[in-house]
Nanobody, 119 residues
Framework: QVQLVESGGGLVQSGGTLRLSCAAS????????MGWYRQAPGGQRELVAL???????QYADSVLGRYTISRDITKNTLYLQMNSLKIEDTAVYYC?????????????WGQGIQVTVSS
C-alpha cells in the first residue's frame, strides 16, 4: 500500500524558514503531478504550489517568491521550502502526490502537518 509521510512542520517566528518534506513509500512505479495545499482554521483547503510531471512549477500568488517546491524522484519525496514566513501562512499543510502503482494511477494525500508562524 502507498503511504505518504510529512515532516518538517512546527512553530517559527515571522520572517523565519521551514522546509516540509513528503515521502512516499510503497509499490510506486511512476510519479505524476504533485503539490502542496494548506488549510487555515475556518478556511478551505487551497493550492499553494504545484510541480508537474515534466518539472514545471506553479505557485499561489500569496507565496510566489517566498516558497519553492521541488522533488527528488529517486527518493519519491516532495519538498516545500518556505522562506520569509508570515503569520497568515499559519495552516495545516498537506501534500498531494499523483502516483502510478501496479494498481494504476491515483492521487494520494499526506496526513497533514501544522505550520504555525508567530509574531
Amino acid at each position: 500500500q502507498v503511504q505518504l509521510v510529512e515532516s518538517g512542520g512546527g512553530l517559527v517566528q515571522s520572517g523565519g524558514t521551514l522546509r516540509l518534506s513528503c515521502a512516499a513509500s510503497g509499490s510506486i512505479v511512476g510519479l505524476g503531478a504533485m503539490g502542496w495545499y494548506r488549510q487555515a482554521p475556518g478556511g478551505q483547503r487551497e493550492l499553494v504550489a504545484l510541480i508537474l510531471g515534466g518539472g514545471g512549477t506553479q505557485y499561489a500568488d500569496s507565496v510566489l517568491g517566498r516558497y519553492t517546491i521541488s522533488r527528488d524522484i529517486t527518493k519519491n519525496t516532495l519538498y516545500l521550502q518556505m522562506n520569509s514566513l508570515k503569520i497568515e501562512d499559519t495552516a495545516v499543510y498537506y501534500c498531494n502526490m499523483g502516483l502510478v502503482t501496479m494498481s494504476g494511477r491515483q492521487a494520494y494525500w499526506g496526513q497533514g502537518i501544522q505550520v504555525t508562524v508567530s509574531s
